[in-house]
């Protein structure tokens, strides 16, 4: 896992170094937008979530004393910012208002994406069918890669917790991959 | 079926997995960030000083062509047009910044003059809307109008030439349709209405949908029978109404007052605000987040959007931040979101005014709720700010952190040390 932020680091960002600022989002951002598309389900846009986990990150980077590892830190702050989004796009579907996410990535061809789209939809909602702890120790460890103590550390519970969560959530996934037709 | 299958999970894993295209364009998209929030910085700064109309556009199409970047100044006189993405054409006789531009949306700033907006209902585009002070905002229902302040009188103006604009104002919300004007401001101050109340317009009533989980779950509607009203008939055709009415979600005056009491409609406009407020980023998010407080003091979502308020100052005034969640909590001794407020009042108390002696009383609430997942961590930091304190019940609070099945790794080892220091003053 990824070790504390450095202070030069953390120094430079908290000064608004645009330097810093390219070098901490070129790092993270695979990371941030991977985890939002797994955490967030098929409701929320990735790209605007993920930028919201950044603005976060860099106006909570004072108050950040480098207790856990940055990486750590961030999916802490990712969590909050997903459950929020979910929260608004359960509102707007509530009321109608629900737009659904358009792909943003335009290097593929129409057929590709839509296919590649479709797939990404179907485990997400899968994914969005569980309970949020398991969902979230299912995403560390299976998809992530994970171990369970390094979940536990990400998710601030202890590793019997995660091997609980986990025991639970692949049973509860494995029935909604195969409800949403990804092959065994 | 016990777990999903080695397949699955390659399949999972490979489906969710950013294409270098999507982060790319989140790279591109955060680079744009700081340009956009200098923009609104600006925006604010020219309110105060002038009055200044807000255009926001929400687009599907990132290319803007020729189009100017954000921050640029565009005296439209000059330039002849500005062409914005691939639907929007502004001309006239005015002074505008450019404050955004990206697949997320544009907003210009009219700070002086007349701009013409022409919007291509079939283009690709979400929605158009103008803001003014004095709580004026227009929105487009319809495709060519224009708006103008003339600052030196203090004096707007809303036309229509082709099409339909909502207009919400501090008179209410109405609409303004082909051949319409409305005026605000200027001398005497007495707005002129030659325009139909949007309450004609028939509601949109929506079947509220399953919540996907529990942390999904949203409180119903006050008045689901709602659901079964029978819309109004519409009292003009209009060119795209249906479409714009859908697909915006920033704007409240999609959601019209009811026409009668019997046939009254469950209100929604609080919850379209929140969404924008909730939506909003930088000194934006403040912004709404105050005019919502003072649009609908009332509304069941008020403390969440006190909550963004709060949070919205503590970045650059933590001491305000504070005690406007402390004014708050003590004006709502038991509201049922209290949880929210002591939430934030709380570190930013401990980590942005270094103050544990404001915490710890809103921590010790807080570790009285037995908040579920928190409460480890809001009983550790309890601990810690009672030590520092030296509060006499420090010693027990320390002992409750430290032996919490869910005790913070993080925090354990200043809650050991805390420990070690207080046996050994005894």
Redesign the interface.
Same mark, same amino acid.
């Given at each position: 896992m990824t070790g504390a932020i450095d202070t030069d680091t953390l120094a430079a960002l908290r000064s608004?170094d645009?330097r810093a600022?390219?070098r901490f989002?070129?790092q993270h951002? $695979?990371d +941030?937008? /991977?985890w939002v598309?797994?955490l967030g #389900?098929p409701h929320v846009h &990735?790209?605007?979530v &993920?930028?919201?986990v950044?603005?976060t990150a860099l106006?909570?980077v004072?108050?950040f004393r480098g207790?856990?590892s940055e990486r750590t830190w961030l999916f802490a702050i990712t969590r909050n910012v997903v459950?929020?989004a979910? /929260? /608004?796009?359960? @509102?707007?579907?509530?009321? #109608?208002?629900d +737009?659904v996410p358009?792909p943003? *990535?335009? !290097?593929?061809g129409p057929r590709e994406l839509v296919e !590649?789209e479709q797939? /990404?939809r !179907?485990?997400?909602s899968?994914?969005? %069918? @569980?309970?949020?702890a398991w969902r979230e120790a299912i995403v560390l460890v299976? =998809?992530e890669g994970y171990t369970a103590r390094e979940a536990g550390?990400m998710l601030? +519970?202890?590793e019997g %917790?995660v091997s609980s969560r986990l025991h639970h959530g692949?049973?509860a996934? &494995?029935?909604a991959?195969?409800k949403q037709g +990804?092959?065994? | 079926?016990?777990?999903?299958?080695p %397949?699955?999970?390659d399949?999972?894993?490979?489906?969710?997995?950013?294409?270098?295209?999507?982060?790319d #364009? @989140?790279?591109r998209? @955060?680079?744009e960030?700081?340009q956009r929030r200098f923009q609104l910085d600006l925006r604010i700064a020219l309110s105060a000083a002038a009055a200044a109309l807000v255009v926001g556009l929400l687009l599907?199409e990132p290319n803007y062509g020729d189009a100017p970047g954000p921050g640029a100044r565009v005296e439209l006189a000059e330039a002849g047009a500005l062409r914005l993405g691939p639907s929007i054409s502004l001309t006239g006789d005015a002074s505008l910044i450019v404050t955004s531009a990206s697949?997320?949306g544009t907003v210009v700033t009219l700070t002086d003059g007349t701009v013409q907006a022409e919007v291509d209902p079939t283009g690709a585009w979400?929605t158009f809307a103008v803001r003014a002070p004095e709580g004026v905002t227009v929105r487009v229902v319809g495709t060519v109008f224009s708006v103008s302040w003339d600052a030196e009188e203090e004096r707007g103006a809303v036309a229509v030439e082709r099409g339909r604009v909502a207009v919400e104002g501090p008179e209410g919300d109405r609409a303004v349709a082909a051949g319409e004007r409305w005026t605000w401001g200027g001398p005497g101050a007495a707005t002129q209405v030659a325009a139909s109340p949007v309450a004609e317009e028939a509601p949109?009533v929506?079947e509220?949908?399953e919540?996907?989980?529990?942390?999904?779950?949203?409180e119903p509607p006050e008045a689901p029978e709602a659901a079964q009203v029978a819309p109004a008939p519409r009292p003009q055709a209009t060119p795209e109404p249906e479409r714009l009415a859908?697909?915006?979600?920033m704007e409240p005056a999609d959601e019209p007052a009811p026409t009668s009491a019997e046939a009254a409609p469950r209100d929604?406009s609080d919850? =379209?605000a929140?969404?924008r407020v909730?939506?909003a %980023?930088?000194p934006e998010r403040l912004a709404l987040a105050e005019a919502f407080l003072t649009r609908y003091p009332d509304s069941v979502l008020a403390p969440s959007v006190e909550a963004i308020r709060v949070d919205a100052l503590a #970045?650059e005034r933590p001491e305000e931040a504070l005690q406007r969640a402390e004014a708050w909590l003590a004006a709502h001794p038991n509201h049922p979101d209290r949880r929210l407020l002591l939430s934030l009042a709380a $570190?930013i108390a401990r980590? *942005?005014l270094q103050d544990c002696g404001r915490a710890l009383p809103w921590y010790r609430e807080l570790v009285r709720m037995h908040e579920g997942?928190a409460e480890a961590?809001n009983l550790s930091w309890a601990a810690l700010c009672a030590a520092e304190l030296q509060d006499p019940e420090a010693g027990a609070l320390l002992d409750a952190a430290l032996t919490h099945?869910?005790s913070?790794?993080?925090?354990r080892p200043a809650l050991k040390q805390a420990r070690r220091a207080l046996s050994s003053e005894r």
């Open positions: 608004g645009a600022q390219e989002y070129r951002a $695979p +941030v937008l /991977r598309i797994r #389900g &990735a790209e605007d &993920a930028q919201d950044f603005a106006r909570r004072g108050s207790e856990s459950r929020n979910r /929260r /608004r796009s359960a @509102l707007r579907r509530f009321v #109608g208002l +737009v358009e943003t *990535d335009t !290097a593929r !590649a797939e /990404r !179907a485990v997400q899968a994914l969005s %069918t @569980l309970k949020e299976d =998809l550390e601030d +519970v202890p %917790t692949r049973k996934f &494995a029935v991959l195969e +990804v092959r065994r | 079926m016990s777990a999903p299958t %397949t699955q999970l399949a999972a894993r490979r489906a969710t997995e950013p294409s270098q295209a999507e982060v #364009g @989140l790279l998209a @955060l680079r960030q700081p599907h697949e997320r979400r949109e929506v509220p949908e919540p996907e989980d529990e942390a999904l779950r949203v859908v697909v915006d979600p929604y919850h =379209l929140f969404n909730d939506q %980023t930088g #970045g $570190p980590d *942005d997942g961590t099945p869910q913070p790794r993080a925090l």
